[in-house]
């Protein structure tokens, strides 16, 4: 059994800067994902990353601002969030695969394995 164990959520004013982490037990991932759900909203792709940093996919809405990074030596994924904006607010869970899922990225059934959230709250 895989345990996705995240952090780094918290909250933050406006153009500040958080970062979140994703360490995986049990297994080597070749793929992770971040999602996330605003408040009243459908949980929708944030960023993707192969576990060797090759490819990288962003939401439009994050690109420029966030950026996916792994360490192969731990088998952690991270996402660096800077310029964050309220809009930014959210529980941001991090999603993993044993594959690589290239091109299917943003299908959140591809992921076997979430994490249990963090909560992201991003203050005017």
């Known amino acids: 059994q895989v345990e996705l164990v995240e952090s780094g959520g918290g909250s933050v004013q406006t153009g500040g800067s958080l970062t979140l982490s994703c360490a995986p037990s049990?297994?080597?991932?070749?793929?992770f994902a971040w999602f996330r759900q605003g408040p009243r909203k459908e949980r929708e792709f944030v960023a993707a990353?192969?576990?060797?940093?090759?490819?990288?996919y962003y939401a439009h809405s994050v690109e420029g601002r966030f950026t996916a990074s792994t360490d192969r030596d731990k088998n952690t994924a991270y996402l660096q969030m800077n310029s964050l904006k309220p809009e930014d607010t959210a529980v941001y869970f991090c999603?993993?695969?044993?594959?690589?899922?290239?091109?299917?990225?943003?299908?959140?059934?591809?992921?076997?394995?979430w994490g249990q959230g963090t909560q992201v709250t991003v203050s005017e």
């Open positions: 999603a993993a695969s044993q594959y690589f899922l290239g091109s299917y990225y943003l299908v959140q059934e591809r992921y076997s394995y």
């Open positions: 049990g297994r080597v991932i070749e793929s």
């Open positions: 990353i192969d576990k060797s940093a090759v490819t990288k």
